[in-house]
């Protein structure tokens, strides 16, 4: 699996890492944060999440489009500066008047512009290494291997969020309750219910704390508020990091950093000439799959929104038994370690290999149930922790799907990257099923918001495990598959252009992430993710209609 690649791809995906460890640690809390500090209902915090999620991945476009003609490398030493920026601004606690809401929506966009600069580009690079004829096989392995590698930063995010909330707010001697920061703007601007303000004299008592409720509000809002201006504050040192490994490794993949009028000039060679048919053939069938993945990224991208609101207000606060392993980062380390042990083990042809490959899984394995055996009788639970799963499965899968992928490969049965696409599309629909049946019979939002909710109401974190299981799946059929083949089927002269465009229709479907946010109030939830079942669906019929015009240039 990591057999034959150039090192570039290494230092190129360290360098991904650190930002996108940063990047998810900030968007593990980014909604929460919203609601907590300014107190802004979901339709507005959906809002605000869609936008900046949409800015994120349609500012590539603009930086493909200045790659193209200065040069990605430039491009992507700039992105890392002005997103450092961009957190640095975000991480300052400051009153939740028109000045903090200014400086926040500043800071949104340098990370926005800076995600620009950086993100796309980078991939492109990652192309480029293997233009060359001895790399070009493992093209679709190399981008699953760079995804991995952004999914392993992304794995850690919102554990390193929690901590630092935990961290703070203990510092203040209270501990987090999701219910507190709603009733408390609820009690402060006069809104709250008898039924809200008995919840929330209760929870006052619970945290210990001695004073008017006034004060209790205003005090645990300002706490909550800072612990998450921390957690951003971990995305400035990341991307210290990601600079220094960026720069530190250049050497390694110094010789991909070009466009196609940088390689004319010092090669004398210019790229193949496309005639304006093919040229229009190609353009024509990356558009039909960026209009596809739109609906996708709408569906995926919930877990930062909805998800995470489902997680806070809907799901179990604690964990016991089995469920608790989950929830440490370092036990999902060891299976990971564990898994690719046993793959190894199956792949070596050495003896030497195998017995390492077997030290590997059974010492992991032995380390885990010790783990398991000295955690906590209870795990409370915060709804950002629920995110670490996605990138868990994805890092954990990768191997099983290039496994897969592999052995149809050798039997020519492998399917094409718009046909995984396709399949990614049905799988993400079978997702959102079973979050659909794990809410049939729950209370609507606007009920929980307005008297909190039974706790014996609350369904099992193994609903939302389940769920992002699933779209795991998805995601490494499309994800990867679908940045593979922009990079491969893009004419050379607008490969910056359409990276930016796979972006592009990615921005889209993030900002129609704040539709399923503004269906979130008072409709049954089962509703709510009908709604995305059914986007899915219709997109891989869609893609599955025009398969044969995609296959002719795949």
Known sequence: MFEGHPKGLYALALANTGERFGYYTMLAIFTLFLQAKFGYTADQASTIYGIFLAGVYFMPLVGGILADKLGFGKMVTTGIVVMFGGYLLLSIPTAANMSGKVLMFGALALIACGTGLFKGNLQVMVGNLYDSPEYSSKRDNAFSLFYMAINIGALFAPTAATYVTNWVLKGANFTYHSEIPAFAHQFLNGTITPKGEASLSALQSAQGFIGDTATFCTSYI??????????????????????????????????????????????????????????????????????????????????????????????????????????????????????????????????????????????????????????????????????????????????????????????????????????????????????????????????????????????????????????????????????????????????????????????????????????????????VWSVLIVCCLLSAIFIFSVMKRLEKVA
């Open 222 to 527: 300002e706490k909550l508020s800072e612990a998450y201006n921390y957690g951003f504050a971990v995305a400035c040192v990341s991307l210290i990091v990601s600079m220094l490994i960026y720069v530190g490794c250049r050497s390694m993949f110094k010789h991909a950093d070009y466009n196609s009028k940088q390689k004319a000039a010092s090669t004398g060679q210019n790229e193949p000439e496309l005639t304006p048919t093919e040229t229009r053939e190609r353009v024509v069938a990356l558009v039909l799959v960026f209009a596809v993945v739109i609906f996708f990224w709408m569906a995926f991208h919930q877990n930062g929104l909805t998800m995470t609101f489902f997680a806070r207000d809907f799901t179990a606060k604690s964990a016991f038994g089995i469920d608790r392993i989950g929830f440490n980062v370092w036990n999902l380390v060891l299976v990971i370690i564990a898994v690719y042990g046993a793959f190894a083990l199956f792949q070596s042809k050495s003896l030497r290999g195998k017995i390492i490959s077997s030290l590997a899984v059974v010492i992991s394995l032995g380390v885990l149930g010790y783990s398991y055996s000295t955690m906590d009788p209870e795990i409370k639970l915060l709804p950002q922790i629920f995110q670490q799963f996605n990138p868990f499965f994805v890092v954990a899968l990768t191997p099983v799907s290039l496994a897969l992928f592999g052995a149809m490969a050798k039997r020519n049965r492998e399917p094409s990257a718009p046909r995984k696409i396709g399949i990614g599309m049905v799988i993400a629909a079978l997702g959102f099923l079973l979050l659909a049946i794990g809410s049939l019979g729950l209370p609507t939002p606007n009920e929980v918001e307005t008297g909190g909710i039974d706790p014996t109401q609350l369904v099992s974190p193994n609903w939302l495990i389940s769920t992002y299981l699933v779209l795991t799946f998805a995601e490494l059929a499309l994800s990867p598959m679908g940045i593979s083949f922009v990079s491969k089927v893009a004419p050379p002269k607008y490969k910056g252009l359409m990276m930016g465009g796979w972006f592009g229709a990615t921005a889209i479907g993030n900002y129609m992430t704040s539709i399923i946010g503004y269906l979130w109030g008072g409709i049954p939830l089962w509703i």
